[in-house]
């Protein structure tokens, strides 16, 4: 108490006040970023209860096509099927109505008998959903275990299926990381990071037994789980199928979590701003269905480091010198444990080139939520039926 009294004696009340904010969310912060999400970088799945015998169960591999890509046939789909995997399919749902196209993706089957396709015809007056076209997907699969991707998205190494089936032996759920593309730019850099900061999220959360998403693009579960909710829900929007279907079917024991750079995937960036803030949009629009309790630990952490930011940034400018000093340090070593804390986890992800310049994404990434959130209070349409 006397040390309080003279705190006060020489600082004041605005100074006290400040300070304890100052700690409070200086201590808010390490919560993050020491305890919950370094759980990430020590993290082993095979801690969890097994529930199958084998590790290598039979698995299909599901991927929505809505455009002609023949990048996608010339080397996405390629990588896929070279996967170095026993026992597994990769069945091509095409929403289209280019026929040679088509005939091009059949005639890949003369050389690759686990892959399988089906056709869904474009019609204009009735829109095809990567829903639908992931349902039929499903149906169509011969094997129990279904993983999900996506054309836009690859596997970084041939050993990726093998870490996700693995995953099954631990879950119904398995959760995988992807990543975007390398690019040159600043632009791409804040894509990056944000992917790798807002996937610790989900996946510090899966890690504490409180799942709530993963990505659609590297993402399973098991037919069963799938049928005995009767499939996708929400199905009055065209996104949902890796949030708002996971908190449909996800218990605190049946989500695996393969944390491995070998079983994740890379998603191709395919602009800059503008295309990134739509995409933002668009995989954001199912947030507004979220329970309170992940809305609010979502919040928490950007919105304790911007009020961080700003009460430190305060007592450097208004306050005496020994009162900056502490303020000084107390920022320095909150930026150790954050800069310590992402270095693992980006390693154990398998991302690179994020340390250099992370000080400006800690500075801005805030600022870029806070955007989102304000752009996603607005319908995006393309994001609904």
């Keep these: 108490m006397r040390y309080i009294d003279f705190f006060i004696e020489h600082y004041g009340w605005q100074g006290a006040a400040l300070a304890a904010v100052i700690i409070v969310l200086f201590a808010v912060q390490i919560h993050y970023y020491a305890r919950t999400y370094a759980r990430i970088s020590r993290y082993r799945n095979d801690r969890r209860k097994r529930r199958t015998e084998t590790d290598t169960p039979e698995i299909s591999v599901i991927v929505p096509l809505f455009s002609e890509n023949a990048e996608f046939l010339e080397t996405g789909l390629l990588k896929l099927l070279a996967q170095e995997y026993r026992a597994f399919e990769i069945v091509v749902v095409y929403v289209g109505l280019d026929t040679d196209f088509y005939e091009d993706l059949v005639q890949m089957r003369l050389y690759y008998p686990n892959l399988h396709t089906t056709k869904i015809e474009a019609k204009p007056h009735f829109p095809i959903s990567p829903k639908m076209a992931i349902n039929l997907g499903i149906k169509a699969a011969h094997y129990e275990h279904i993983i999900l991707t996506t054309p836009d998205a690859s596997p970084r190494t041939d050993r990726w299926l093998t870490l996700m089936a693995r995953g099954f032996t631990r879950g119904e759920i398995v959760l995988g990381y992807c990543g975007y593309s390398h690019r040159p730019g600043l632009a791409n850099y804040i894509m990056r990071t944000e992917r790798l900061m807002s996937s610790v999220e989900w996946i510090a959360s899966a890690i504490r037994r409180r799942p709530y998403r993963g990505n659609r693009n590297n993402i399973g579960f098991t037919k069963s789980l799938y049928f005995g909710v009767n499939g996708f829900g929400n199905l009055n929007m065209n996104v949902g199928e890796d949030d708002l279907f996971i908190q449909q079917i996800a218990t605190p024991e049946n989500v695996s979590v393969v944390l491995s750079p070998r079983a994740a995937v890379v998603e191709k960036c395919w602009g800059g701003w503008k295309w990134w803030i739509d995409r933002q949009r668009y995989c954001g629009a199912t947030r507004q269905f979220y329970p309170q309790g992940i809305r609010s630990y979502l919040v928490l952490e950007h919105g304790s480091r911007l009020l961080f930011f700003a009460a430190v940034a305060t007592a450097l400018a208004v306050m005496p010198l020994e009162y900056r000093l502490a303020a000084a340090v107390i920022l320095l070593i909150r930026y ?26 800690d500075v801005a990434g805030p600022i870029v939520s806070i955007f989102i959130d304000l752009l996603l209070i607005r319908k995006y349409p393309s994001a609904w039926r």
């Excluded at 310590?340 to 994404?361: H, N, Q, T």
């Design 336 to 361: 150790a444990v954050v800069a310590w804390s992402v270095k693992r986890v980006a390693d154990r992800l398998g991302e690179r080139g994020i340390m250099a310049r992370y000080p400006l994404f």
